[in-house]
């Protein structure tokens, strides 16, 4: 008996078929959404035994791997070329981590200015200064 032959009894015996049915429109229909990377590539490659004939190649996983990413993320691995899943995988990670960064770095800064306060009345930007007994260009105020 071959490990396939073995893989598909068990398969049979302990995941029904409809319960086999579902797992592989849910592989089909996964997207990252909220996931990390992390979470979706775990999620994906449990779900993918259910679907094999849709990833029997690499490249074929790797499609379908880029296919389910958000799209910022998509974005920047849709223009790159890789070898394998796993170095799809890595870079989709670094990316992630990397605008994560950034996004934090814009709320800090975001933070610092709100913690400074609204500007003070009487020195914003480059309006003039006017008294507060200003009656209108050319009037003198009244003594």
């Given at each position: ?31 990252q959404g909220s ?82 306060g609204p ?25």
């Amino acid at each position: 008996m071959t490990w396939i032959r073995l893989k598909e009894l068990m398969d049979n015996q302990y995941y029904p078929r409809d319960i086999r049915r579902m797992n592989e429109r849910e592989f089909l229909s996964l997207k990252q959404g909220s996931l990390s990377i992390l979470e979706y590539a775990t999620k994906l490659n449990k779900l993918s035994r259910f679907a094999l004939h849709q990833i029997n190649t690499e490249e074929r996983r790797m499609d379908h791997f880029e296919q389910g990413l958000r799209g910022y993320i998509r974005s920047m691995i849709a223009g790159q070329t890789f070898d394998n899943f796993h170095e799809m995988y890595q870079r989709a990670v670094k990316i992630a981590r990397v605008l994560k960064d950034t996004e934090m770095e814009k709320q800090a800064l975001a933070f610092g200015k709100r913690k400074m306060g609204p500007p003070k009345k009487g020195i914003t930007g480059n309006k003039r200064f006017k008294p507060d007994n200003y009656q209108g260009k050319g009037k003198q105020p009244a003594e």
